[in-house]
């Protein structure tokens, strides 16, 4: 079956550090990848997403790269702010899924000044 | 885009009871799902809501337990039955646009004594 492994948290950054945050997947087919965050207090939002093999996703200066043979999609962010403090989830939805998507654990971001 | 409501946005009932919770979109979706959100976990797939049919339910979760009503495309309820504490979660909605994005409603935080 479909699966999706994140990096453990939480991650305490200083405000401007680099960001990496890992996600690595099982899926049968070609699955399409996405990262989704939660700040506090709110719901879920499409952070980015990718739906083929070496395909970037970007938005609001986060970027993840879509890697077949390595079968990840590590989110990244060159300089983090603290409104970038959230909980951030890698999701996959497979061929044929039916749009249903597979969720990893999360890992929750603090950002400090 | 889509916009979710959903009701209530969190409640606390006793064990045994039942809650229902309303999922309510501002245009008509195909797709629509309902997930959970364990305390300090990622999200589950419960069931798709299927519009004039039954549910399609995920491993792990049944229709007694989860009964799921979809009576047109733009609302959707989820009741779940004999609680116990285990079913403290958050609840959440979400559906699937025109262009395949998937949104998510702002959850329903459920606390079971």
């Known amino acids: 079956g479909n699966s999706v492994t994140q990096m453990e948290g939480p991650v305490t950054l200083s405000e401007e550090a680099f960001l990496t945050i890992n996600c690595t997947y099982t899926?049968?087919?070609?699955?399409?990848l996405f990262w989704y965050v939660q700040y506090p207090g709110e719901g879920l939002q499409l952070l980015l997403k990718a739906t083929k093999a070496d395909d970037k996703g970007s938005n609001k200066g986060f970027e993840a790269t879509y890697r077949k043979e390595t079968t990840s999609f590590h989110l990244e962010k060159g300089s983090v702010q603290v409104s970038d403090s959230a909980v951030y989830f890698c999701?996959?939805?497979?061929?044929?899924?039916?749009?249903?998507?597979?969720f990893g654990t999360g890992t929750q971001l603090k950002v400090e000044l | 885009s889509a916009v979710i409501s959903q009701k209530p946005s969190r409640d606390i009932c006793q064990r045994g009871t039942s809650l229902t919770i309303q999922c309510q979109v501002d245009s008509q979706v195909t797709m629509m799902f309902w997930y959970r959100q364990q305390p300090g976990q990622s999200l589950t797939l419960i069931a798709t809501?299927?519009?004039?049919?039954?549910?399609?339910?995920e491993s792990g979760f049944v229709i007694d337990k989860f009964p799921i009503s979809r009576p047109n495309l733009t609302f959707s309820t989820l009741t779940v039955s004999n609680l116990s504490p285990e079913d403290s979660s958050i609840y959440l909605c979400?559906?699937?646009?025109?262009?395949?994005?998937?949104?998510f409603g702002p959850g329903t935080r459920l606390t079971v004594l």
């Open positions: 809501a299927n519009q004039g049919s039954e549910a399609t339910y």
């Open positions: 979400s559906v699937v646009s025109g262009d395949g994005e998937q949104f």
């Open positions: 999701a996959l939805s497979s061929t044929g899924g039916g749009n249903k998507l597979t």
């Open positions: 899926a049968t087919g070609y699955p399409s």
